[in-house]
């Protein structure tokens, strides 16, 4: 009763937080956009401007439907404080969702055109918005009241540790088991409960004395080597001690806190981006972002494409022949053994008489005409001879009608950020395109 009672009146506190910064932060800026829209010179065409600096990767027909909206008295959008308030925090998510590069793209767009904002005001703002754009289960205060339940579990035997993650899984039906796994895993390596491996290192008088008699001679890695040939004990143990002595000087580790957007992008890009291009994207570590997401129990696997049964099922031929099509070299496909949209494209394009196109149904067509870049109609038949759109892009349509044509659950988490761990994964993409394109 009464953890549940802190956590109620924690929950009011922070409530209370949010609200006063929402107030400072429409206090900040209101009047920086007041000014801006009570200039004489400001109408449609510098608004059209201003819409265009903040997004930038729009088409001007897009920009035209924009400040096209009107508010509730009939009155154009775009000559209202609400309208960029809005639009400078649709800017920031989309920058959010686009790694380091993008969130800093994104803030130098809001200052080229509201330059009284600063840098650090708009990257505090950035933060705010993607926490409240983060799955619950990613917040610390989440597991408050199912952490005691787990460590009590994995302090216990092994049968303790299940029945306490059965017991989680029962008050969080959201959750998935591996992602409670992997916190008990996670407090089975800080806390240590299970015991220590192997003999502990007795250090004596002697072997200190050793210690420092090798290291005033010669340097650390020989005296390590010498040292461990005498006692066998991990080379990490003679550094530690040789450390705690005052020996050889501590390394000072930087540590690089996660950050709510850069959260916020793992959890967009995983299973559709390596970890390789998500760690070059935030500029961390393969292992910063590998070990993040063990932590969290998601899959790192990339599974960009699709399988060879749902390809089988959508070009309506037996499993064999796609085999004898990959043995034969006439379609490609990655580590994982899945066929990417680039692989599928150079497919329909070079080996087009291997497919039945009478017999596809009508959705099929539409996504092979859709992968190839066609814009003729689908019962014209496979003329895949006009120039592709995009080379290599994954499309939305595609996705969506793999989905409703098979109903393929998706296995691991998902990488939409609102998404709960048990919900359906969203096209890359599709979030930063709604951010970038409407306030």
């Known amino acids: 009763m009464r953890s549940i009672q802190s956590n109620e009146n924690q929950g009011d506190s922070e409530t209370i937080e949010r609200n006063e910064y929402e107030r400072g932060w429409i206090t900040l800026v209101d009047p920086i956009i007041a000014t801006r829209l009570s200039a004489a010179d400001f109408d449609r065409d510098k608004a059209g401007q201003m819409a265009q600096a903040l997004h930038s990767s729009l088409k001007p027909k897009a920009i035209d439907k924009l400040l096209q909206k009107v508010d509730q008295d009939e009155r154009p959008a775009w000559a209202s404080i609400e309208f960029w308030r809005k639009d400078i925090d649709h800017v920031l998510l989309g920058g959010a969702l686009n790694g380091k590069s993008g969130r800093s793209e994104a803030i130098k767009k809001i200052r080229s055109v509201w330059t009284k904002l600063s840098f650090t005001q708009l990257e505090e703002r950035m933060q705010i918005i993607a926490s409240d754009n983060l799955p619950a289960w990613v917040r610390e205060n989440y597991w408050e009241e199912l952490d005691p339940m787990l460590m009590k579990g994995v302090a216990g035997s092994p049968r303790d540790e299940r029945v306490a993650i059965k017991r989680i899984l029962e008050l969080r039906p959201e959750l998935r088991p591996k992602v409670v796994a992997a916190r008990a895993k996670y407090f ?103 070990r993040w997401l063990e932590n969290e129990g998601l899959s790192y696997r990339c599974e960009e494409g699709i399988t060879a049964t749902q390809l089988r099922r959508m070009l309506c031929v037996r499993h064999a022949t796609i085999t004898a099509w990959v043995d034969q070299k006439l379609i490609s496909r990655t580590r994982e053994g899945r066929f990417t949209d680039r692989y599928l494209s150079l497919f329909f394009r070079r080996h087009r008489d291997l497919l039945k196109w009478d017999e596809l149904p ?78």
């Open 188 to 290: 089975h390596r800080i806390v240590g409960t299970r015991g220590r491996k192997g003999a502990r290192c007795l250090w004596t008088e002697s072997l200190d004395t050793e210690l420092r008699d090798l290291l005033s001679r010669v340097n650390a890695q020989e005296a390590m080597a010498a040292l461990q040939a005498k006692t066998h004990w991990p080379r990490a143990s003679l550094l530690r001690r040789a450390q705690k002595l005052g020996l050889l000087k501590t390394k000072q580790r930087t540590i690089n806190p996660w950050t709510e957007p850069e959260i916020m992008f793992v959890l967009e890009r995983v299973n559709h981006s390596t970890v390789k291009e998500i760690a070059r994207q935030l500029d961390r570590s393969e292992k910063s972002v590998t």
């Open 362 to 439: 009508a959705s099929t067509k539409a996504w092979i005409l859709e992968i190839v870049g066609n814009d003729d109609e689908a019962d014209q038949g496979p003329d895949f001879t006009s120039p592709r759109r995009r080379h290599g892009a994954k499309s939305q349509n595609s996705e969506e009608l793999l989905v409703s044509e098979f109903s393929i659950p998706h296995r691991n988490a998902p990488s939409t950020s609102q998404a709960e761990p048990s919900g359906d994964r969203a096209p890359r993409n599709s979030r930063a395109r709604v951010a970038n394109s409407q306030p």
